[in-house]
T-cell receptor, first 109, second 116 residues
Framework: RKEVEQDPGPFNVPEGATVAFNCTYS??????FFWYRQDCRKEPKLLMS?????NEDGRFTAQLNRASQYISLLIRDSKLSDSATYLC??????????WGAGTKLIIKP | DAGVIQSPRHEVTEMGQEVTLRCKPI?????LFWYRQTMMRGLELLIY????????DSGMPEDRFSAKMPNASFSTLKIQPSEPRDSAVYFC??????????????FGPGTRLTVL
């Protein structure tokens, strides 16, 4: 079983719709969580950190559920430019980042 | 700052040849990471350095891979001899010290390696 698991997708979503991704992690000692975004043939870039109380950045909302060991990312009013692969990342107790394989999102006009 | 710089951006070589990938981290960052990304295996951490010292190389596939960081502004990842299964995108990332953790990592544009 992978330490960080994501649905690979692709998620095909019409523009303007709301889309949500989940990510599960196996290490209960994981300390910090992040969502990175990776455009096609580009490098990953930090989208947002995930805080225990949940956090929002514009159209993006991240949630953490430690009891069930999953994190989520919600994108509202999706734009064509949101098309990318979204990588779920957990930091373990040794401060190492453990990466999910990513969920591919395709926004269609 | 120019961000993390990697060279070359693309490399095509033949099996058995030596390949050297280069990375210049963001100035002032204490951590440097080498990753490999393939469709099959996703993003894999190969090795990381803290203040030029290798901390964890458990992700290095085998003895054909080696990495060095002779100073704070330069690192290399060498594959000798290269094999077709080494074909992948190799990313270098750097991160500042952040209260005991590395927090955000900043990635370079990657080197796309093809071994024929």
């Amino acid at each position: 079983r992978k330490e960080v698991e994501q649905d690979p997708g692709p998620f095909n979503v019409p523009e303007g719709a709301t889309v949500a991704f989940n990510c599960t992690y196996s290490n209960s000692a994981s300390q910090s969580f992040f969502w990175y975004r990776q455009d096609c043939r580009k490098e990953p870039k930090l989208l947002m950190s995930v805080y225990s109380s949940g956090n929002e950045d514009g159209r993006f909302t991240a949630q953490l559920n430690r009891a069930s060991q999953y994190i989520s990312l919600l994108i509202r009013d999706s734009k064509l430019s949101d098309s990318a692969t979204y990588l779920c990342v957990c930091m373990d107790s040794n401060y190492q980042l453990i990466w999910g394989a990513g969920t591919k999102l395709i926004i269609k006009p | 700052d120019a961000g993390v710089i990697q060279s070359p951006r693309h490399e095509v070589t033949e099996m058995g040849q030596e390949v050297t990938l280069r990375c210049k981290p963001i100035s002032g960052h204490d951590y440097l990471f080498w990753y490999r990304q393939t469709m099959m295996r996703g993003l894999e951490l190969l090795i990381y350095f803290n203040n030029n010292v290798p901390i964890d190389d458990s992700g290095m596939p085998e003895d054909r891979f080696s990495a060095k960081m002779p100073n704070a502004s330069f690192s290399t990842l060498k594959i000798q001899p290269s094999e077709p299964r080494d074909s992948a995108v190799y990313f270098c990332a750097s991160a500042p010290y952040s209260g005991g953790s590395t927090d955000t990592q900043y990635f370079g544009p990657g080197t796309r390696l093809t071994v024929l």
